[in-house]
């Protein structure tokens, strides 16, 4: 399944596909976009050379619609789609806890819906994209979603029933490395380093420490063992991070953050 993909509802995350895509080789007439202030409108086609249509325009002329609204918008945003999306459209949904059964009730009967988390790291090509079916998406389609999302970074198929916890972790997961960086800038700072130097040592230790992980294989226990001398700096630095309970801290942290992806998909 090729041809045209509409992002719709081209905010943070739909940019960040919308980059990706492009990036990845795909020509600017194949993709379109939609927006639902003008000035964003503006914006996306200045920024990226795509065209930005109407929802319902978009609806007709792709072959795979990609929806990035909120989750409090989908329902709103699937009433206008519907008559627009033909039963061999692949609808792909990028929202936060809603399930395929949700959306599948708000189309015409038989029409295939996936439901993927993506990260924003699909701006840079490092995403990680969580892929469901839903009860009308054949082996086909669910290789048609992987296709798109595998030219922004790596893919993983799981069931639906996971996916809020899948959101808790990736979806989200960029936050929380973000927060952590940002704290241990702050740190630096405390130690007296000045705030562009700290951000440098910071930054680069995470892409090593990532890199490290992603291509060594080794545990992430194995890893930070062999930066742990006996007697040395790092021991006494994870005693203090143990003391302050931040392994029980993120485990609840995720935990919150699965409860509320259920959240947003009850009801719905
Ligand atoms: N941000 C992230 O890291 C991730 C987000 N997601 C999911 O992606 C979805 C979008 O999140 P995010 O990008 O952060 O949110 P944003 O608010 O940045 O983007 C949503 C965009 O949709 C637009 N929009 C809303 N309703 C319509 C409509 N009817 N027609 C056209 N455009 C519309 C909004 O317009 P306006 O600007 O006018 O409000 C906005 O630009 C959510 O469901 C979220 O759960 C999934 C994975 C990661
Ligand atoms: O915070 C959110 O709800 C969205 C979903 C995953 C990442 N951002």
Known sequence: MSGKIAVIGTGRIGEALLVGLLGAGRAPDDVLVTARREDRAAELRTRHGVRVVENAEAA??????????????????????????????????????????????????????????????????????????????????????DAVFAGVGRTLRLPESQQDAATALSGSGPAYFYFLVEAMIDAGILLGLPRDKAHELIVQSAVGAAAMLRDTGEHPVALREAVTSPGGTTINAIRELENHGVRAALIAALEAARDRSRELGAGR
Do not use: C, W, Y
């Not at 792709?62 to 989908?74: E, N, S, Y």
């Not at 519907?82 to 692949?90: E, K, M, N």
């Not at 399930?99 to 038989?110: D, I, M, N, Q, W």
């Open 60 to 145: 007709k002329l792709a072959d795979t619609l990609i929806l990035a609204v909120k989750p409090q918008d989908l329902p709103a945003l699937l009433d206008e789609l519907a008559p627009h999306v033909a039963a061999d459209r692949l609808v792909i949904s990028a929202a936060a806890g809603i399930t395929t059964a949700f959306v599948e009730s708000r189309l015409t009967p038989g029409t295939p819906v996936v439901r993927v988390m993506p990260n924003t790291p699909a701006l840079v090509d490092q995403g990680m994209s969580v892929i469901s079916g839903g009860s009308h998406a054949s082996e086909r389609h669910l290789d048609a979603a």
